[in-house]
């Protein structure tokens, strides 16, 4: 789950690297490029309280599952993209997928670990993300400088669909009932 707040954070942050090659391709001015690169934002800002409560309805599990794989199809998709409009609905998609991340991690953090480290937990989770943003800028910089941008969101569809594999084996929801729907906040 931490590993999935690195690369939201890559999804937050990858189009200044790409600016020249969206706007190229994508015949986007200014106020164009503006609205792709914060279409993410507003979903993912509104889905922040919503996420909490499906957190707590349906577990961590699903919904990292489900926000995990609308990320990975949204970002094939980005790169597929042949208009402004089809890449911005999937910069909201990717909004959709990650709001509900920092959510999960934390919450996996509460219920598999003691309280008395949780606050450490978070501040690893915040790291993680900070790496992401810094990291991804540097690493997908390299691969849009060398092979484009539509290369560099396809290798971003690749290792979100890996981050999936690892979530579908590893992450459990509290007593690792699956088909328990209520997450297990420690007392």
Same mark, same amino acid.
């Given at each position: 789950?931490?590993?999935?707040?690195?690369?939201?954070?890559?999804?937050?942050?990858?189009?200044?690297?790409?600016?020249?090659?969206?706007?190229?391709?994508?015949?986007?001015?200014?106020?164009?490029?503006?609205?792709?690169?914060?279409?993410?934002?507003?979903?993912?800002?509104?889905?922040?309280?919503?996420?909490?409560?499906?957190?707590?309805?349906?577990?961590?599990?699903?919904?990292?599952?489900?926000?995990?794989?609308?990320?990975?199809?949204?970002?094939?998709?980005?790169?597929?993209?042949?208009?402004?409009?089809?890449?911005?609905?999937?910069?909201?998609?990717?909004?959709?997928? +990650? @709001?509900? #991340?920092? &959510?999960?991690?934390?919450?996996? !953090? /509460?219920?598999?670990?003691?309280?008395?480290? %949780?606050?450490?937990? +978070? @501040?690893? #989770?915040? &790291?993680?993300?900070?790496?992401? !943003? /810094?990291?991804?800028?540097?690493?997908?910089? %390299?691969?849009?400088?060398? @092979?484009?941008?539509?290369?560099?969101?396809?290798?971003?569809? /690749?290792?979100?669909?890996?981050?999936?594999?690892?979530?579908?084996?590893?992450?459990?929801?509290?007593?690792?009932?699956?088909?328990?729907?209520?997450?297990?906040?420690?007392?």
């Amino acid at each position: 789950a931490a590993m999935y707040v690195f690369f939201q954070m890559v999804l937050q942050t990858f189009p200044s690297v790409m600016r020249e090659g969206l706007v190229v391709d994508l015949s986007l001015n200014e106020a164009g490029f503006g609205g792709l690169s914060s279409s993410f934002y507003y979903p993912y800002i509104l889905l922040q309280v919503p996420a909490g409560i499906l957190v707590s309805r349906f577990g961590v599990r699903s919904v990292l599952i489900t926000g995990a794989s609308l990320c990975t199809v949204a970002s094939f998709l980005f790169a597929m993209s042949k208009t402004a409009a089809a890449a911005e609905a999937t910069r909201i998609l990717m909004g959709l997928g +990650a @709001a509900p #991340t920092v &959510v999960c991690a934390l919450a996996l !953090a /509460a219920q598999w670990f003691p309280a008395r480290i %949780f606050p450490m937990l +978070a @501040a690893l #989770t915040e &790291v993680a993300g900070m790496t992401g !943003a /810094a990291l991804g800028q540097e690493t997908l910089g %390299f691969i849009v400088e060398n @092979a484009g941008w539509r290369i560099a969101m396809t290798a971003c569809g /690749a290792f979100s669909a890996f981050l999936l594999v690892l979530i579908v084996m590893f992450v459990r929801n509290a007593n690792s009932a699956d088909s328990e729907t209520d997450t297990q906040w420690p007392e």
